[in-house]
């Protein structure tokens, strides 16, 4: 009995070292990563691997460009493809989420609810799939990356690593591969081209659009209209600001 004992509180300590490692290790890496490119995801390892399994040659098209060097056409395209709440959210869409499980639940077509912070650690950190060890290991990250990073930081490394064709990782190679020219000159037009194949960049194209991209692209366009052709950073910020006190302002 004695020896049991002794043997369950070595397990407990080796799996609380081990879970202490994880933690540290994690924060580490997401602190890291706020200022020091990623210059390759498990996404990109993964494809490269299906792609020799099925005997095609593996291609793998990714450059890394800071924020400043991605038209910001495309980084609103992508808010209003992907996240309308972006600039809102701490990483977690919770209306969507509730939307999203009662059409499920209705039996309609299935419907996400991640939002770009999401797939932003989900491409990083993590590898593609949809069991709950996953899903957990998503919110986590999500938070971790909320805390560290700023939302242009987010975006930066979103626009960076996201999947935007076979192959095509990153806002500078889906802008040299689509439009021969570099993410900085993308208009309006390419920008929501690009953003309308993210659901599934491995069947749509960009550039001949189709008739259903054609579709989702001028709906993007059209909600990239309702927000001005413009995404500001610090709108929400702003606006948690609380307000100074005239009589207090005259004091000063």
Not at 142 to 153: A, D, G, M, P, Y
Request: aromatic share 12%.
């Amino acid at each position: 009995m004695q020896l049991q004992l002794i043997l369950i509180i070595k397990i407990l300590k080796f799996l609380l070292k081990l879970f202490l490692g994880f933690v540290i290790l994690s924060v580490v890496s997401v602190i890291i990563f706020r200022w020091l490119p990623i210059p390759l995801t498990p996404l990109m390892l993964i494809r490269c691997v299906e792609q020799k399994s099925d005997g095609k040659k593996m291609t793998l098209k990714h450059d890394w460009v800071s924020l400043e060097e991605i038209s910001p056409k495309l980084q609103l395209a992508v808010v209003c493809s992907e996240d309308q709440n972006y600039l809102k959210h701490y990483g977690f869409d919770w209306g969507a989420i509730k939307k999203a499980r009662k059409a499920n639940e209705e039996g309609k077509k299935l419907r996400g609810a991640s939002t770009i912070s999401q797939q932003t650690a989900k491409n990083v950190f993590l590898w593609p799939g949809r069991s709950y060890v996953r899903k957990g290991f998503e919110v986590y990250f999500t938070l971790l990356i909320e805390i560290f990073w700023s939302k242009e930081r987010i975006m930066e490394v979103y626009l960076n690593s996201i999947e935007m064709g076979n192959g095509v990782y990153g806002a500078e190679s889906a802008a040299q591969h689509w439009f021969k020219k570099p993410a900085i000159k993308l208009n309006k037009d390419e920008s929501a081209a690009i953003a309308s194949v993210l659901p599934n960049p491995l069947k749509y194209i960009a550039n001949p659009a189709s008739g259903y991209i054609g579709k989702r692209k001028a709906w993007i366009k059209q909600q990239m209209s309702f927000w001005g052709n413009e995404l500001d950073y610090d709108k929400y910020n702003d606006e948690d600001e609380k307000p100074v006190n005239k009589s207090q302002k005259k004091k000063k």
